[in-house]
């Protein structure tokens, strides 16, 4: 199957995550992670945290915004032997959603 070198799978990571139903029919999501640090890759620990507020009007229709990696303006996550570092970027973005 496969294999895996020394260090280059994150050992420990914690996941927080809220959600509360507001009034008038509004929603809001807090999700904070933190991922050790990747000794094999030299790639650091970090800490983030992805939040939403959404807006459901009836049964079919769903609007929300959308940050993710709101702590830091990028963050690497993984370094492979022979790939490009990836690096994830602090994003915002409009949802919509309609259920038929």
Request: aromatic content about 14%; charged content about 15%; hydrophobic content about 40%.
């Amino acid at each position: 199957p496969g294999f895996e070198f020394a260090g280059t799978s994150h050992l420990n990571q914690a996941y927080l995550m809220s959600s509360w139903d507001l009034p008038r029919k509004f929603e809001f999501d807090l999700m904070s992670r933190y991922v050790e640090n990747l000794t094999g890759s030299n790639v650091p620990a970090y800490t983030n945290l992805d939040a939403r507020l959404g807006w459901r009007p009836n049964e079919k229709w769903e609007f929300s915004i959308i940050g993710q990696n709101l702590l830091a303006q990028h963050h690497t996550e993984f370094i492979g032997l022979t790939t490009i570092p990836s690096a994830v970027n602090r994003g915002v973005y409009a949802q919509v959603v309609w259920r038929h």
